[in-house]
């Protein structure tokens, strides 16, 4: 707007503003304001979850830490919770109900203990994805950083306590005849794409869970269903033998029952390639890069709305 005076009945206007006509779009635009709270590029997000990466590490020993400080025994529940899990399948499945058929006890234990570990791995990753948003709104809401590493944190917890389990799985597996061999070594790349597939899978439940909070009442039936379509107590070749070849396939590709299958290929002795589907180690990942990288964009395009409302 410009000024107007009269000096000796000669009207003087100043010259208008550079701004004026603008919107304020336009001049949030002119002068580099953004929106607060405003969502990243996906790579300038990336930039900032990596940044992040000591709070990321820092946050998930923590609560790693703080999980069973309440009880006497400690940390050691980290490995007795899923050991008695995998006592009680035994003695349900494996003596009461014979899943076992077609395997020996030195193959069977493992086998089984394996399975539990292993799905233990994805089953805690989900629920605790569900959480991670709707369970730490106080955190979202007073500071900023990329909510991404709430997920990931928790993904990464489960991995931790699950490699406090691995040495009972390790003693196991010895006890039961299978030994250290080179074969061992396969085990790191196998849980490395159950990690990745597992943290995908955990930020779009922590998407989901940050909406609909039922949703976390919801998933232990749904992790249930799951845990007994993967063959955790049983093969699923034998067990689904005299039933259509296609059955069998949907199973032994899913993504739990492929990374437990190439874990158990790697550990136990008596568990052959003939047990594998085909192309397990392709399949295996193709679904960790399938589900980390979709899960990754799908948390990140809702960024900005994660503690509001």
Known sequence: MSDTTHDGGIALSSPPSADEGLSA???????????????????????????????ILAFSRAKLTAQYSQAKLGQLWQVATPLLNALVYF??????????????????????????????????????GVRSIAGNLGLVR??????????????????????????????????????????????????????????????????????????AQLMPFVMRTWMYASGVMFSIPVMLADKPQWIADVLQYNPAAVYMDLVRFALIDGYGSENLPQHVWAVGLA?????????????????ERYGRG
């Open 142 to 215: 007073a500071l900023h950083f990329p909510r991404a590493s709430l997920p990931v944190s928790f993904s990464l917890q489960q991995l931790q306590q699950l490699l406090y389990s691995m040495i009972v799985l390790f003693a196991v597996a010895i006890a039961f005849g299978s030994y250290p061999t080179l074969s061992w070594l396969l085990i790191v790349p196998a849980l490395a794409m159950q990690f990745l597939f597992n943290t995908g899978l955990a930020l779009v439940m922590a998407r989901l869970g940050s909406k609909t909070p039922d949703l």
């Open 287 to 303: 679904w960790s890069l399938l589900v980390g990288v979709l899960g990754f964009v799908y948390f990140w395009k809702a960024e």
């Open 91 to 128: 003695l349900i499945f494996g003596i009461i109900l014979g899943t076992s058929r077609g395997m020996s006890q030195e193959v069977f234990v493992p086998f089984l203990v394996t399975g539990v570990f292993v799905f233990t791995f994805t089953q805690s990753s989900v629920m605790a």
């Open 25 to 55: 779009s336009g001049l949030a635009a002119k002068y580099g304001l953004t929106v607060s709270g405003a969502r990243p590029g996906l790579f300038a997000y990336v930039r900032q979850l990596w940044g992040r990466r000591h709070f």
